[in-house]
């Protein structure tokens, strides 16, 4: 085991489930293995029983991907992720969360949606809808988008450029916290039935936002305080603006590289970005993407692995690098380089590949399908449970990480491995909760293991909204 020095106190680790409403997710072809359920994602039941097997082990919560178009700058065609099914066909993910909420009581939900493409307006009346259907227990991982096919369904030929789309981003959040957190006062529903007032009027209030991506905003927000107000916020960008931006707004920040060191630079600039520009004391957590392969054995785990190459999909694998990088390899040669090339699409990811070659070879497009075809652009940990241990501690140490969401071969197979084989070693070692901090809570409450703390912490600029109980509406100035 590598042990951290002994003066420096263990992170109790963060652990997510990371899935997708498709098959395959992040190992495409994987559903062809007799194993493998992930093609039972339409089922709501699949995902009430995924659920409840992951509260059961007591995972912080369910972090559900997506992306609103297809992958197809690969041989400039979707047709190689319709036959690999590298995540395609796609549900769109929000809708099943009142399910899983309903059949269990702590695990939170962090949700996937885009600013690009969805009015705030609309999307706050959603977020709240399912924080109260859940209880609290909803997160929103923030992104931008990174595919033009999203682009072309929305009306506009290709997606805006990078950091423009940062930029509406932020006046995006503007709008939801006005509506979220501005718009009700915390005691504005009275339910008085003896004077039969529902609601007092003076306590809800139009937001009049005024801007350049949304010109106009009236408001009242149409839905009452929910448990959280703003959901645990959620993020996925690690260029330069997505650092920026999420220093600002995130309270916890999801990376994927294939190796600490590609990642270990990016969470320290923002770490100090939330401090420095932004006056954050509390900690944003930084959760890595990793896909576990575990045996009681080194022999069984290596066993496993070889067992999954059998079925992965090497078109479907190159199918996601052209989405995630805007790069089509098809027509590299097979031991033909890659290149860091300007793109419009996951900026982080490009140059991460292109800046750290895998330690025995470069990256061609053979090495790519190979590395991305199990786990995606995150590590695969082989061996036993003491093994995985070790590697996870490893990127604690080295990146700085808080946290992971792992990633599954098999669905469910590789999270019931995770369960019986990770999870004790975990525990053993002092780096995984025994039990919810807040056993019913809200996903904040048990993300920061503080009762009490519903909404976001005092120094987060969603905090700057909260029309708080006993404030005249006079007395609190809707920030601009």
Known sequence: MNETSSDTPKKSLVLNAFVMMCSGHQSPGLWRHPDDESWRFN???RWVELAKLLEGAKFHGIFIADVLGGYDV??????????????WPLNEPLSVVSAMAAATKSIGF??????????PYHFARRLSTVDHLSKGRLGWNIVTGYLDSAARNMGFTEQPKHDDRYAQAEEYLSVVYKLLES?????????DRAAGVYTRPELVRPINHRGLHFASVAGPHPCQPSPQR???????????????????????VFVSAHAPAVCAAAVA???????DRFDRASPIKVLALVTPVLGRTEDEARAKLADYRRYASAEGALALFGGWTGIDLAPYGDDEELREVESNAVRSTVEGFARFSPATS?????????HISIGGNGPTLVGTPSQVA???ETWVREADVDGFNFAYALFPQSFKDIIDLLIPELRRRGLFWDDYAVPGGTYRENFYQRPGQTGPPDDHVASTYRWRAGVPAEEHVIPQ
């Open 43 to 45: 089922e709501v039941s």
């Open 74 to 87: 690969y041989r400039n065609s979707l047709d190689p992720a319709k036959i690999s099914g590298a995540q």
């Open 110 to 119: 962090g949700v996937t949606a885009s600013t690009t493409y969805e009015h």
């Open 183 to 191: 718009s009700w006062c915390d005691d504005a529903v009275a339910l």
């Open 230 to 252: 703003t959901p645990l916020l959620l993020q996925a960008g690690a260029s330069r603006a997505g650092r920026r931006f999420a220093a600002r707004h995130a309270e916890a």
């Open 269 to 275: 600039d923002l770490r100090a970005q939330a401090r």
């Open 362 to 370: 470069k990256w061609t497009k053979h090495t790519l399908a190979e």
């Open 390 to 392: 070790d590697g996870l």
